[in-house]
C-alpha cells in the first residue's frame, strides 16, 4: 500500500500544480472554460486526497471502517 499511496500522493500533487496553471492562465486570459477546468481539476484533487487519507488511515490503524 505504501507505493501506491505515494504513486497517488505524486500524482495529487501533479493535478494540483496543473489546475493552478489553468486558473491562472484562465484568469489571465480570460477564458472561462480554463477557469472551469481548473475548479473541476481542484475538485478531483480533493477527491484524490480524501482517498489518500482514508486508504493511509486504514494501512495504519487496520480500522477498515475508516475507509468504507
Do not use: N
Request: hydrophobic share 60%; charged share 10%.
Amino acid at each position: 500500500p505504501v507505493a501506491g499511496l505515494a504513486f497517488s500522493a505524486a500524482a495529487t500533487v501533479a493535478m494540483a500544480c496543473w489546475a493552478a496553471v489553468l486558473h491562472r492562465r484562465g484568469r489571465s486570459t480570460g477564458s472561462p472554460a480554463l477557469v472551469a477546468d481548473a475548479h473541476y481539476l481542484f475538485a478531483d484533487v480533493l477527491t484524490s486526497a480524501a482517498v489518500i487519507i482514508g486508504v493511509g488511515l486504514v494501512a495504519a490503524t487496520g480500522l477498515l471502517w475508516l475507509d468504507p
